[in-house]
């Protein structure tokens, strides 16, 4: 093997040709081999952990969309920390210059009035308190919230799209559930860069999460302290 760099190879099971070459720089991924029930030869597993340098991002968020599911299906752990989340993401970017939050079950609504919101700390105050008093009901319509995204795009995305924060795990039980169907007839929705948000091992509607993640280049946060 070359400098810095671990060579593994495993032979195919008797019978059987070939084998299997993998090659990684040090310090290497933890491997382990071994018989397995009902598999003939061995078996691998390998985890790896690359490094991935920390860069800052050259492009603020601007403006953010925060999308905040309030049916029944968020009661329980989710509830608590998505409100969290929501008011930490606000705090901690200071990117962030204008906010607005969409509430939604069987309908949208607004926490606030439809228009954003300075990110400032006496506004962010006013949020935790108004999002004190949500109570939880309804199902998850979640094309009722691409339809009122749809329809107030005007000043949503304005001169720039939005950065889309969506708190819901995403599993849809009102409405269209077809998620491509839903995302191909809200172009408009899909104009901002979309964030989701996955709590613990917590079930979320994994469909939705990647595709709104490859058609807005956004992406899926795994929160793990839940």
Do not use: C
Not at 31 to 56: H, K, N
Not at 88 to 108: C, G, H, N, T, W
């Amino acid at each position: 093997a070359a400098e810095d760099w671990q060579r593994f190879r495993y032979l195919a099971p008797k019978g059987y040709q070939g084998a299997l070459d993998l090659a990684f720089k040090a310090p290497g991924p933890q491997v382990l081999t071994g018989g397995a029930p009902g598999l003939e030869g061995q078996a691998l597993y390998a985890r790896i952990q690359p490094q991935v340098p920390d860069r800052e991002s050259s492009v603020g968020t601007g403006r953010a969309l925060f999308l905040l599911d309030t049916s029944l299906s968020e009661e329980g752990v989710r509830r608590a920390l998505a409100g969290e989340m929501l008011l930490k993401v606000l705090e901690q970017d200071p990117s962030i210059s204008e906010y607005a939050v969409l509430l939604f079950d069987v309908r949208p609504r607004w926490l606030h009035a439809k228009a954003y919101r300075k990110n400032t700390p006496e506004a962010r105050a006013e949020t935790a308190t108004e999002l004190g008093k949500v109570y939880l009901e309804g199902a998850t319509h979640f094309a009722g919230v691409l339809d009122e995204v749809e329809r107030e795009a005007s000043w949503i995305d304005g001169e720039q799209p939005a950065t889309r924060f969506l708190l819901s795990d995403g599993l849809i039980t009102w409405g269209n559930d077809k998620v491509e169907a839903l995302l191909a007839s809200h172009p408009s929705a899909l104009k901002g860069r979309w964030l989701t948000y996955r709590f613990g091992d917590v079930a979320v509607n994994g469909a939705l999460f990647a595709a709104l993640s490859r058609e807005s280049a956004g992406q899926t946060v795994n929160v793990l302290s839940a």
